[in-house]
């Protein structure tokens, strides 16, 4: 480690002294409740037990499994030893879930009980892991966690520096295969930083850990409030009504929202005789109605965002209130540029492709360097995304490049290629397109217009649970259309723009 090098793990050594005693986390399902400095002291454990099962600065393990403890010092026992976590979309197929386990080749692979079979009966399609545990105690073949920690807690700390890795999170396929993004201990301070600015964040705070550890928000959220020295409240699952409990109980004052958590909270609240008005800050991606609504019932803030995996979460970031329908201004730790088809820049109120440099640009994609070189083309990130900036500096956005159209159900990332793969191995259909529409829940939802083969016959339920066992659920398409013909193109493709704006009329 050099003198300017900061890691999370040196920020958990930061916290173990500075918030030692105070509470750092309570784990919803046991009712558990460590402080700083047991949070440091179980870290070093875990690091030691890892170490000796041979693990060295930039091999990779892999978990799966919901939010828990174990998983979060799973991140704080990796920083100290220079390892990169690969989490896993618990919610993906599982040949997709294999495919992104197998990119990073990870020696051992953790997973929650319910996963265990699964990574049982698969063990000889995952020939880099040596190692099989358990999160939680179990009565399965696969070791407990727990048993790592059964030691001196001595181990040899890494030379870990700010650009060394520490988690790759894999992207939506968007050209065939999903991009393992490689974020590093700088970007993870940056973040942390930049959400302790924006939200003022201190001791006093409180925060609703319920976005999963594997996605950028969720773990970034985590590593954020515990940076701050906040209590975090874990939720293993989502559960609206027991978030209100516990948003009441606990006096919860900050938690990230996608699509359609909040207003699934506010729906609970209204049959509830539960208070809370503690709630003073939401981040997130949201329908207007429901900010609205969560603003009229608690008075508290809701902070709009743009971002993505490869920016760690966040580029720009702003009151609701300041510029309603806007993703804000540009953070104080990023630069944002709007580029035309030539990367030059565009004038205000001028639609370009987003582009980001700074301290929270990932390091690049896993074994991919020509997409890395590509993407970070001209010294900025290129985000495949458009978008306008008006007179006052606001950041509206405008979508995808065609290259590149992505839907956001729920705040997950799907490429509509993917989906169309999966559909077209469906033996009835002959073409399809696919495209995002707007959802009353999830904000973005994704339809398919199919022409089928001649003389067969198949229906939406039929189709979607074909979908599904081939690609995760939530990428399944929630609305189709079976038509006759496609409008075309001169060259005899599918005119998608055309069909979209045929077919994204109000859904049924």
């Not at 038509?483 to 599918?494: A, H, I, Q, R, Y």
């Amino acid at each position: 480690m050099g003198l300017y090098d900061l890691t999370f793990y040196d920020v958990i050594q930061r916290n173990a002294q500075n918030f030692g005693s105070r509470p750092a986390w309570f784990e919803v399902d046991d009712e558990r409740t460590l402080t700083f400095a047991d949070i440091k002291e179980q870290v070093d454990h875990l690091a030691c037990g890892l170490q000796k099962l041979g693990l060295q600065k930039g091999d990779r393990i892999c978990a799966v499994g919901k939010n828990s403890l174990e998983f979060f010092l799973l991140y704080g026992a990796a920083a100290a030893l220079g390892v990169i976590v690969v989490p896993i979309n618990w919610r993906l197929s599982v040949d997709e879930a294999l495919f992104n386990v197998n990119d990073c080749e990870p020696k051992i692979l953790f997973v929650d009980t319910e996963f265990e079979e699964l990574a049982q009966e698969r063990k000889d399609k995952l020939p880099s892991v040596a190692h099989f545990f358990n999160l939680k105690p179990a009565d399965g073949e696969f070791t407990a966690l727990a048993t790592l920690l059964d030691n001196s807690g001595e181990f040899d700390a890494a030379d870990v520096a700010s650009d060394d890795g520490l988690v790759i999170i894999h992207t939506a396929a968007v050209a065939g295969r999903p991009r393992g993004a490689l974020l590093t201990h700088g970007n993870v301070v940056a973040a942390n930083i930049s959400l302790n600015l924006l939200f003022n964040l201190s001791v006093d705070d409180v925060h609703l850990n319920l976005l999963p550890l594997f996605h950028v928000a969720g773990l970034f959220m985590a590593t954020g409030n515990f940076h701050a020295g906040v209590l975090s409240i874990n939720m293993s699952k989502f559960d609206a009504s027991q978030a209100v409990d516990l948003i009441d109980e606990k006096k919860v004052t900050v938690l990230y929202d996608f699509s359609p958590i909040l207003s699934s909270i506010l729906d609970a609240h209204k049959k509830s005789d539960k208070d809370i008005t503690s709630l003073r800050t939401v981040k997130g991606i949201e329908n207007p109605e429901t900010i609205e609504r969560y603003q009229q019932v608690t008075g508290g803030t809701f902070f709009c965002v743009y971002g993505q995996t490869e920016t760690s979460a966040m580029a720009t970031l702003g009151r609701y209130d300041d510029r309603p329908g806007s993703a804000g201004q540009i953070l104080e730790l990023a630069d944002v540029r709007l580029v035309d088809d030539n990367d030059q820049p565009v004038g205000t109120g001028e639609i370009g492709e987003i582009t980001v440099k700074g301290p929270m640009v990932f390091k690049g994609y896993w074994n991919l360097p020509e997409d890395t070189q590509y993407t970070f083309r001209g010294g900025w990130h290129h985000t495949g995304d458009l978008g306008r900036f008006d007179e006052d500096g606001f950041l509206w956005y405008e979508g995808r490049m065609a290259e590149k159209e992505l839907i956001k159900p729920g705040g997950e990332n799907v490429y509509p290629a993917e989906v169309e793969r999966a559909i077209l191995a469906h033996p009835a259909i002959e073409q399809t397109v696919v495209f995002g529409v707007p959802d009353p829940t999830w904000k973005e939802g994704i339809k398919a217009v199919c022409i089928l083969k001649k003389g067969q016959k198949l229906d939406h339920r039929e189709l979607t649970a074909f979908v599904s066992q081939h690609i995760a659920s939530y990428k399944k398409p929630r609305y189709v259309d079976f038509v006759d013909k496609f409008p075309l193109l001169e060259d005899g493709s599918p005119d998608r723009a055309k069909i979209k704006e045929l077919y994204s009329g109000p859904q049924e």
